[in-house]
């Protein structure tokens, strides 16, 4: 019972971290997690999701593959991020009338395709890197990184429909003017 306990409040902590980074940006002027906000981020994931695993020396040796495939998926995270918020903002200084009429959907379908590629290729290395660790996990490690995943997967899609919300919220603002 307090190993579920201490994997429920893990979870929790790491939704309210997400949560928080998301809606807290280190960058006032531009509302952007900055490279160490990020850095940050992925450290205190990172670090709860192995002491919820607490991991005996013999599953160690499997940790360093999973800690670069989750470190080199946030990587790949933050790129995406910046590159979106980058297009947005040149967008929002030409206009909603210029962006309408410099809209071209076959490169938004690609760009689409290369960042879905992206995204399963991270998720595959990821899956790769847990296997070998993942034989060796005892039933109730299982059960803690089971309920972690379904809880941050959870919060973590809670957060990003909250931020698309909010932007929708910003254009449709900025489309009224």
Known sequence: MWKVVVAGAAALFVAVCSVAHAQAPSNEAQGQLGAADWSALTDERISIVKAALQLTPDQEKYWPAVEQALRARAEHRQARVASAETRIAELRNGGFIQALRNRDPVAFLNRRADVLAQRAADLK?????????YQTLRPDQKRRMAFLTVVVLRQAGNAMQE???????????????
């Open 125 to 133: 290395k990821l899956a790769d890197a847990w296997q070998p660790l």
């Open 163 to 177: 931020r698309l919300q909010s932007e929708e919220d910003q254009e449709e603002g900025e489309e009224a003017e």
